[in-house]
């Protein structure tokens, strides 16, 4: 069975957001569009800690941008994000919501960044969502979203890892892009891993 992955298309994550992907909300219609194509659909939502150590605000004197050891992993430093329980750590109040399975929260453990639906970034944390999709019989996964250039990025990665069959939908997941060129090679490593890329129409 095919799986539709949505992830973290939340306000923060939009234009106006804390962390604004730029046109992010141009994907909001065509991933409406493909939903109507799934049975099943889940979503991620990044959903951290006020206190969490992926926030440049919580390493005075480090800029966004920036980078700390946070717990041994190098750690690029953000702008306060997707805070628990905030306006911006909602979804888009465009974005479908009635069909989807279940929501898998991530970034909640204050000590480790999560840019994966499945994993913590040191790889200890497992949110549950590919025991979750191997329980259900999915085989497939189709993943969009934001941002191309992380979290769909080690999400789309650790699929193929756990075992699924894992398609990019590229017209339907956009870059935050700290550099001009970081959608492209994003792109490249999925596909270097072994992602599929296709285009939405041809689903
Ligand atoms: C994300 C940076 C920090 C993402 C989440 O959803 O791509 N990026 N937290
Ligand atoms: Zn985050």
Known sequence: MKALLIVDVQNDFLPGGALPVKDGDLIIPIINKLQKKFSFIVATQDWHPENHGSFA????????????????????LWPVHCVQESQGAEFHQD???????????????????????FFDNNKNG????????KSEGVRELYVCGLAADYCVKFTVIDGIDEGFTTYLITD?????????????????????????LLDSSSI
């Open 126 to 133: 497992d949110t549950g969502l590919s025991d979750f999709l």
């Open 172 to 196: 339907a997941t956009k870059a935050v892009n700290l550099q001009e060129d970081d959608f492209e090679k994003a792109l490249e490593e999925m596909e270097d891993h072994g992602a599929i």
């Open 95 to 117: 974005l479908d919501k009635e069909k989807w399975i279940r929501i898998f929260q991530k970034g909640t453990n204050p000590l480790v960044d999560s840019y994966s639906g």
């Open 57 to 76: 605000a919580n390493h005075g004197g480090h800029e966004i941008g920036g980078f700390v050891q946070l717990n041994g992993v190098k750690q690029i």
